[in-house]
Structures are given as C-alpha cells and as structure tokens.
C-alpha cells in the first residue's frame, strides 16, 4: 500500500457530463500529482500542486481543472467529458516539491469510462 | 521539451533469462531516470532509479545503465522470475523540475514458464 488514496475506484458517465477525482497523498508529502494513462498511451503529466499551490501544468485540457485543499487531499474536475477523456486517471505524490529527490509514490487509479 | 522513446513495446523471455529494456531521452539537461513496475490493473511501483553522476546501478536482480553522451538508459532484468510480468515504464527529468517527469510508452515484460 502506497499511503495514497484514490476514490472513487471506477467511474462510469455520459458525455458532456462533469466528475470529481478524489485524492489523500501520503502522510507528510505536500505534492501532489496527477497523471492520465490511456490504453495506447504512457503516464501523461496534467498538473502538479505543491503544499495549496499549483506549480506546473502539463497537458491538461482546459475542461480540466484541480485544487489542492488546506488538508493537502486534492480534487481533479473534469468537465464536458468526451469519449476520449476515457482513462486511468493517477494521483501520485512525494515528499518535496522535487520528486527527483523524493520519489512519486502512486495511488491505485480511477477508471473513468465516457459512454 | 522532453521526449523519452522506449523500446521494445513488448517482450516475452524464458523464466531464468535476462531481459533488457532500452530508453533514449532528447533533453541533455536530464539528469534524473527512474523506472517504474506496473502489474496488471495496479499503480506504478518505483523500483531503481539513476542519477546522471552514476553510469550503473544495481538491486540484486535489478540494473540500470546510463550512457549521457548517446542520451539513453537502460533497464537490466536478470534470472527473471514470473512475477517480473508487468509493463516497465522508464522516464526522464532535469533535476529540481520534477514537474517535467517525462515517461516512456511501457514495455510489456512476459517471462514465461
């Protein structure tokens, strides 16, 4: 067990319709990160919050959006959805601000479906 | 930005072989390779990682190599057991940007009986 939790599990909507990602990092870690994993594709970096703040943006679709809370648990809101947007959503996170000193420690995933 | 190619995308070997996954990176300013284990229907699992100031890393089974000049890495499996079956994900970072972990597309590793 990684320390971090992820809910809901599964996730099954309609297109145009709008969902919450749920994530708790480790004890003691400030970042939080998500990630998207589609079938065909690798781990793609949305964004990054470290300690409340956002700190870097990847390839997040401007229907997408996170915060980080005053707890450090962090919620991923995705909008509008698409039968694209159908994926293994991630939420990792580290210690530091710098996951390259402390590593990412990954929770299990939601499965979002798009029908 | 970043761009981390690996290859194969797929890999099967006999239980007891070595296997080896390959991985080029474009940023010469990466200087940060950690490889993840994903089993099947479970999260990332960091399981080596490689700073630029080393060339070769081991954990017992496990070995990463670096070549900084030709801008890859590679991942080393040996005496490779069933419970190696997973997809291995490597991936690239300057250090102190952590944001820009750039992954690999995954190699599927099946070691068969």
């Known amino acids: 067990d990684s320390g971090v939790t992820q809910t809901p599990k599964h996730l099954i909507t309609a297109t145009g319709q709008r969902v919450t990602l749920r994530c708790s990092p480790r004890?003691?870690?400030?970042?939080v990160y998500w990630y998207q994993q589609s079938l065909d594709q690798g781990l793609q970096f949305l964004i990054q919050?470290?300690?409340?703040?956002?700190?870097a943006k990847g390839n997040i679709l401007e229907r997408f959006s996170a915060q980080q809370f005053p707890d450090l648990h962090s919620e991923l809101n995705l909008s509008s959805l698409e039968l694209g947007d159908s994926a293994l959503y991630f939420c990792?996170?580290?210690?530091?601000?710098?996951?390259?000193?402390?590593?990412?420690?990954f929770g299990n995933g939601t499965r979002l479906t798009v029908t | 930005g970043e761009n981390v190619e690996q290859h194969p995308s797929t890999l099967s070997v006999q239980e007891g072989d070595s296997a080896v996954i390959k991985c080029t990176y474009s940023?010469?300013?990466?200087?940060?390779f950690p490889w993840y284990k994903q089993e099947l229907g479970k999260r990332p699992q960091l399981i080596i990682d490689?700073?630029?100031?080393?060339g070769e890393k081991k954990d017992q089974r496990i070995a990463v190599t670096l070549n900084k000049t030709a801008k890859h890495f590679s991942l080393h499996i040996t005496e490779t057991q069933p419970e190696d079956s997973a997809v291995y994900f490597c991936?690239?970072?300057?250090?102190?940007?952590?944001?820009?972990?750039?992954f690999g597309t995954g190699t599927r590793l099946q070691v068969t009986l």
């Open positions: 490689i700073r630029s100031n080393v």
């Open positions: 991936a690239a970072t300057p250090t102190g940007t952590a944001s820009k972990l750039t």
């Open positions: 990792a996170s580290s210690v530091s601000v710098d996951s390259t000193y402390s590593p990412l420690h």
């Open positions: 919050y470290y300690n409340g703040e956002e700190r």
């Open positions: 940023d010469s300013a990466s200087n940060y």
């Open positions: 004890s003691g870690d400030l970042s």
